[in-house]
């Protein structure tokens, strides 16, 4: 199954994306002001995307690259997260997992392996 921009999603799962958009957490705040707005390797991300079934950090599809901040809100949903992981692979999607904390000690090294991962991805193409 291909996901594409048209198909349609659940009115439920958007208002939610909607909402956490409109309250990030300190971390995501600091990592939307590296990607938005082609920031990053002029490529678009959108920040709390739902794909399919799910909502996602940050998004980029040119790259099918799904970025997620794992945070205290990922602790004890590590089955949730694996099933979602599983899923977004078999659509063709890579998920790169950020600790929260690595926002804030080590944000070059965090673009760093995001930007091998994107050009790895757009090389393939």
Not at 55 to 63: E, G, L, R, T
Not at 73 to 81: A, L, P
Request: charged share 30%.
């Amino acid at each position: 199954m291909i996901v594409r921009k048209t198909s349609p999603i659940p009115g439920k799962l958007t208002q939610r994306a909607k909402e956490m958009r409109k309250d990030p957490t300190p971390s995501e705040r600091k990592f939307w002001a590296w990607l938005r707005g082609k920031r990053f390797c002029g490529l678009k991300f959108r920040r709390q995307q739902p794909v399919g079934p799910f909502i996602v950090d940050y998004y980029c599809a040119k790259a099918r690259v799904i970025l997620e901040l794992e945070g205290e809100s990922h602790v004890g949903k590590e089955r949730y997260d694996s099933r979602r992981a599983n899923w977004l692979a078999e659509q063709g999607i890579v998920v790169l997992r950020v600790k929260d904390i690595e926002v804030f000690n080590n944000m070059s090294a965090v673009l760093g392996q995001i930007e091998r991962c994107v050009l790895e991805r757009l090389s393939g193409q």
